[in-house]
């Protein structure tokens, strides 16, 4: 047995797929079923197509959905924590929870999924992210 996927459902598949586009990974394949009306798009970091991919499954007809904490999270390691968070601070996502100590920081999709983002290695404490606070919750 080995992993395969996460699905996640999105209500807006472009946000979603430039949110993930700016963590690095990019779209592998696509399926749209006219008779479900629905989209299966799969991303994954670069040499992990087919062994650890994120699904996001967008309904065409409108859906609110929540409770996106109770999924849970979806966690990737980055080269560097401090430089990853600066590009999507750039791109105007909001850092949840900044990486203080140079190791962990959380952010979320368009549709409130949290994601992890951990350190590879280790990096030590750097301003301004040591003193940010917390925004929401992650």
């Known amino acids: 047995m080995r992993y395969l996927h996460t699905m996640i459902r999105v209500s807006d598949l472009d946000a979603s797929i430039r949110f ?3 963590l690095g990974l990019r779209e592998v394949r696509r ?3 006219d008779r ?3 989209s299966l798009i799969f991303l994954a970091a670069p040499g992990d197509e087919g062994r650890a991919e994120v699904e996001l499954t967008h309904n065409w007809d409108p859906e609110i ?3 996106g904490r109770n999924f849970g ?3 990737y390691r980055v080269d560097n924590i401090y ?3 600066q590009r999507l601070m750039d791109a105007g996502i909001t ?3 900044p990486p203080r100590d140079g190791h962990m920081a959380f952010v979320k999709t ?3 999924i949290s994601i992890e983002l951990l350190q590879d290695g280790a990096l030590p404490p750097t301003e301004p992210w040591a003193s940010m606070p917390n925004v929401g919750s992650w």
């Open 110 to 112: 368009p549709d409130g």
């Open 31 to 33: 399926i749209d079923n």
């Open 95 to 97: 850092i949840n929870r």
């Open 36 to 38: 479900g009306r629905f």
């Open 65 to 67: 959905y929540t409770g």
């Open 20 to 22: 993930f586009e700016l």
């Open 73 to 75: 999270h979806l966690a």
């Open 83 to 85: 430089e990853t968070c």
